[in-house]
C-alpha cells in the first residue's frame, strides 16, 4: 500500500519566522495530498489540500507545493504565530481499482511557535 | 448542525469483553472511516467504507469489525479487545471518496486493562 513519509516529527520556530513541513509518498497513483491540523486536546481539521495537476496552491499565510516527479509535497507557513502551535500531517489518498479509495497520513509534525 | 458524532468518548473495558463505538454523520456523506491515533504513529486507517454495505481494510485492521447498513451509522466493533488497542480512535466522514475535506468526530478514548 501507500506509504506516507514526514519530517520533521517536532519543528520549534520563533513567532513572525516561517515554518516548512515536508512529506514523500510512495505510490505515483496517489492524487490527492490534503493537510490537516490537530490542536491539543481536539479533533484533525482540513487547513489546505492540493490536487495531482497543480504544483502549488496557496490560502492566505499557508502554501502547499507538490512535485510528482519527485513524489513529495510541502507545507509552508509564513509569518507564524502561536496559535498555529499544533500537531500536522499529511496525507495521500490513493484509488485501488474499482473506485476504492484509501487515505494515508503521515507521522505527524508538532510545531511549537514561540513568543 | 453538520457534524460526526461518536459515543462513547471515553471507555476503560477489560480484556476480551465485546465493545462498540458508534459514529454518526448528519451530512449525508457516502465515505466513512476508522482511524486510530497512537504517540509517534499518526493516524491510521482501520476501516473504510464507500457507500453503504460497501467496507474496505485499511492499514490496520486485525481485531476490528465494521458494518454500514445504513447511510448514517458506521460502527466501529471489536470483538475481543486486547491491551495492545488501547488508543485514541477518530470516526471521519466525507461527501465522496476521501479525495475531499474528511470531517472528524470527536474521538474515543479506549482503555483496555
Known amino acids: 500500500g501507500e506509504n506516507v513519509e514526514q519530517h520533521p516529527s517536532t519543528l520549534s520556530v520563533q513567532e513572525g519566522d516561517s515554518a516548512v513541513i515536508k512529506c514523500t509518498y510512495s505510490?505515483?497513483?496517489?492524487?490527492?495530498f490534503p493537510w490537516y491540523k490537530q490542536e491539543l486536546g481536539k479533533r484533525p481539521q482540513l487547513i489546505i489540500d492540493?490536487?495531482?495537476?497543480?504544483g502549488e496552491k496557496k490560502d492566505q499565510r499557508i502554501a502547499v507545493t507538490l512535485n510528482k516527479t519527485a513524489k513529495h509535497f510541502s507545507l509552508h507557513i509564513t509569518e507564524t504565530q502561536p496559535e498555529d502551535s499544533a500537531v500536522y500531517f499529511c496525507?495521500?489518498?490513493?484509488?485501488?481499482?474499482?473506485?476504492?479509495?484509501?487515505?494515508?497520513f503521515g507521522k505527524g509534525t508538532k510545531l511549537s511557535v514561540i513568543p | 448542525e453538520a457534524q460526526v458524532t461518536q459515543n462513547p468518548r471515553y471507555l476503560i473495558t477489560v480484556t476480551g469483553k465485546k465493545l462498540t463505538v458508534t459514529c454518526s454523520q448528519n451530512?449525508?456523506?457516502?465515505?466513512m472511516s476508522w482511524y486510530r491515533q497512537d504517540p509517534g504513529l499518526g493516524l491510521r486507517q482501520i476501516y473504510y467504507?464507500?457507500?453503504?454495505?460497501?467496507?474496505d481494510k485499511g492499514d490496520v485492521p486485525e481485531g476490528y469489525k465494521v458494518s454500514r447498513k445504513e447511510k448514517r451509522n458506521f460502527p466501529l466493533i471489536l470483538e475481543s479487545p486486547s491491551p495492545n488497542q488501547t488508543s485514541l480512535y477518530f470516526c471521519?466522514?466525507?461527501?465522496?471518496?476521501?479525495?475531499?475535506?474528511?470531517?472528524f468526530g470527536p474521538g474515543t478514548r479506549l482503555t483496555v486493562t
Open positions: 471521519a466522514s466525507s461527501l465522496s471518496a476521501p479525495r475531499v475535506e474528511q470531517y
Open positions: 505510490d505515483s497513483a496517489s492524487n490527492y
Open positions: 492540493i490536487r495531482s495537476n497543480v
Open positions: 496525507a495521500a489518498s490513493i484509488r485501488y481499482g474499482a473506485g476504492s479509495y484509501q487515505l494515508t
Open positions: 451530512m449525508n456523506h457516502e465515505y
Open positions: 467504507s464507500m457507500n453503504v454495505e460497501v467496507t
